[in-house]
């Protein structure tokens, strides 16, 4: 039988959990970022390749193209934030998620163009979208933790003496 203790959440370590809330908001941040991406093209009159989301050379500002891309990333932080507060709900944990896809994001490009990002505008763009997904995130959780608890009644609706 377990001890019980006066803290508000259970703060015990539990690495399936943990994995599984990973693996989900990549998913889940993936898919929404292609279909994003799937729309945005599709107004640019563009291909539609993986080469838009892991290609670090097709963040630029010359062409509408470019653009989309940054619009379609900036986006997806904004449903990532949503997301997150979705899967996880705890503000503690939105800067480890966020940051966690984005290193993973990282590592996947990395690993697509063989070769380190080197473009400044990638670097930004990353860089802005960890922040906003962030701080978006952390909103959304702040605003959920800090609903009022309702203590005035009971089970069955009658008044707590206090």
């Given at each position: 039988?377990?001890?019980?203790?006066?803290?508000?959440?259970?703060?015990?370590?539990?690495?399936?959990?943990?994995?599984?809330?990973?693996?989900?908001?990549?998913?889940?941040?993936?898919?929404?970022?292609?279909?994003?991406?799937?729309?945005?093209?599709?107004?640019?009159?563009?291909?539609?390749?993986?080469?838009?989301?892991?290609?670090?050379?097709?963040?630029?500002?010359?062409?509408?193209?470019?653009r989309?891309v940054?619009?379609?990333?900036?986006?997806?932080?904004?449903?990532?934030?949503?997301?997150?507060w979705?899967?996880?709900?705890?503000?503690?944990?939105?800067?480890?998620?966020?940051?966690?896809?984005?290193?993973?994001?990282?590592v996947?490009?990395?690993?697509?163009?063989e070769?380190?990002?080197?473009?400044?505008?990638?670097?930004?763009?990353?860089?802005v979208?960890?922040a906003?997904?962030?701080?978006?995130?952390?909103?959304?959780?702040?605003k959920?933790?800090?609903?009022?608890?309702?203590?005035g009644?009971?089970?069955?609706?009658?008044?707590?003496?206090?």
């Amino acid at each position: 039988m377990k001890k019980l203790t006066g803290t508000f959440r259970n703060t015990q370590w539990d690495p399936y959990l943990l994995v599984a809330q990973i693996v989900a908001m990549q998913a889940l941040l993936y898919v929404s970022l292609g279909t994003i991406m799937y729309v945005m093209d599709f107004f640019a009159e563009a291909n539609h390749t993986l080469d838009h989301i892991f290609e670090y050379h097709e963040i630029h500002v010359t062409d509408l193209g470019g653009r989309l891309v940054i619009v379609a990333f900036i986006l997806n932080s904004l449903v990532g934030a949503g997301v997150l507060w979705f899967v996880v709900r705890r503000t503690k944990l939105c800067l480890d998620f966020s940051f966690t896809f984005h290193f993973t994001h990282l590592v996947i490009c990395w690993w697509y163009n063989e070769a380190f990002p080197s473009t400044i505008g990638w670097w930004m763009l990353n860089a802005v979208c960890a922040a906003l997904m962030c701080v978006c995130s952390e909103f959304l959780c702040l605003k959920t933790e800090l609903k009022e608890i309702p203590v005035g009644y009971t089970a069955l609706n009658n008044k707590v003496d206090l």
